[in-house]
């Protein structure tokens, strides 16, 4: 059974960080690119970043880039999410996804449809 589990999700005053983990079983990691989306209420689900745990190619929106990074461990299954100078702006609910496409353009990385499984999310709330 694949499963994609979200942790390190909390409340942090703007400016702080946070490092979510996305722990995962169930498939090959190492031939999977896994992503990280968020959805803030009312607002559509957006992607954030993106690893390719074949061959670590990343992938960043430009909200994020150079606050955010990703970074795969394959011995542990786990892609984490650190996330600093964070901003009210970014208070979501924040998601990991896998697809087995792992040779992604930037644009397929940052879509929904490329993905095959997702996790339940943690909610990331950042206080101004």
């Known amino acids: 059974e694949v499963q994609l589990v979200e942790s390190g999700g909390g409340l942090v005053q703007a400016g702080g960080s946070l490092r979510l983990s996305c722990a995962a079983s169930?498939?090959?990691?190492?031939?999977?690119?896994i992503g990280w989306f968020r959805q803030a209420p009312g607002k559509e689900r957006e992607g954030v970043s993106c690893?390719?745990?074949?061959?670590?190619?990343?992938y960043y929106a430009d909200s994020v880039k150079g606050r955010f990074t990703i970074s795969s461990d394959n011995a542990k299954n786990t892609v984490y999410l650190q996330m600093n100078s964070l901003k009210p702006e970014d208070t979501a609910v924040y998601y990991c996804?896998?697809?087995?496409?792992?040779?992604?353009?930037?644009?397929?990385?940052?879509?929904?449809?490329?993905?095959?499984?997702w996790g339940q999310g943690t909610q990331v709330t950042v206080s101004s």
């Open positions: 996804a896998a697809t087995p496409r792992w040779r992604l353009t930037p644009a397929q990385a940052m879509a929904l449809q490329t993905y095959t499984f």
């Open positions: 169930g498939f090959t990691f190492d031939d999977y690119a």
């Open positions: 690893i390719s745990s074949t061959d670590g190619t990343t």
